[in-house]
């Protein structure tokens, strides 16, 4: 019988953090650098747009005027998709196929700098830790308020990933219960922690860092990972070497770690097509539910869709959505790429 080997045969991942599997076929992956020959639409956009409704002093949607901001600035979504009204409500312990409970929640929207043709890799080191420092405040801002159990923190970039403005901006929605996936790394970190007395990501990381297969980044306080379970092809995971549960723990050193991680990690992305790479990323830390929680571990997943060129992306549909996930380039190959690429934005290198 032939020996199996994960570079060749297909297999299935194991997912620890959702407990969840993947479906990997690389016999079926054409290496994605190859062939891509067509034109990207390199728009140039200009510092200021007077339509945009994210630019200082313009005017939203709901007639408010955005003040001349010069660094980050953090408004209340207007149309948020949670509300803070709290509602009577009577659950029905017998209810089950028409279970519902209501939700409470703020929704922000986050603005990176007030420059409009800037995404984070194209900005300065100072200007990224602005926007860590941000998220630090929001995180400590919305997790005390009682009813606040998690706060989710995220970018979308990229008009393919729903996108609805090119202003480099993300997004907060904090809410009163976790989200199902949320729930599950909960779940499975506690087991974890409860089993070996330490984190699932600080063993997790100690072992890739001696594999050394998937690595991207590996600096003094963060790494930069594709997952053995990897999903999307170029997924990646920005790690805290240092076992913290929360943005808030980090020393004013890490802050700056973790904005170079994310200006390398981001420009790494730019540079395989040469264009703005698109993704959906956000941070993965403790609910604020005021418990103590020892089992988080910080940690930030990027999902781009991207998959052979600047416009083919890779589609979760049919067996993904009636199966599992599936991929075909091997996680190890999307590292041994990204690693190889340069971590100076392709941009940059033109001035
Ligand atoms: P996305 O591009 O990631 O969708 O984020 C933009 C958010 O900005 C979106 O959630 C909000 C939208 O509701 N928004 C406002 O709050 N005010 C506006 O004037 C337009 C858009």
Known sequence: MKEFNHNNDPHRRYNPLINEWVLVSPHRATRPWQGQTEEVNQETRPEFDPTCYLCPGNV????????????????????????????????????FFFKAQPERGISRVV????????????????????????????????????????VQIFENKGAIMGCSNPHPHGQIWAQSSLPTLVRKTQDNLSAYYQKHGKTLLENYL????????RIVIDNEHFVALVPFWAIWPFETMIISKRPVSKITDFTPVE?????????????????????SFPYSSGIHQAPTDAKEHPEWHFHMHFYPPLLRSASVKKFMVGYEMMGESQRDITPEKSAELLRSLSSVHYKAKDV
């Not at 408010?64 to 312990?93: C, I, R, W």
């Not at 890799?121 to 998690?150: A, R, S």
């Open 60 to 95: 939203r949607a709901n007639g408010e005027q955005n003040p001349a901001y010069e660094s980050t600035y953090v408004f209340d979504n207007d149309f948020a998709a949670l509300k803070q009204e709290e509602l009577h409500f009577e659950e029905n312990p017998d209810e």
């Open 111 to 150: 603005c990176f700098s007030p420059r409009h043709d800037l995404t984070l890799p194209e900005m300065d080191l100072e200007t990224i830790e602005n926007v860590v420092k941000t998220w630090q405040f929001q995180y400590e801002d919305l997790g005390k308020i009682d009813f606040i159990n998690h």
């Open 206 to 213: 100690e072992q890739e860092l001696e594999k050394n297969e």
């Open 255 to 275: 802050v700056s770690d973790y904005a170079k991680t994310l200006k390398e990690l981001t420009s790494k992305y730019d540079n395989v097509f040469n264009t």
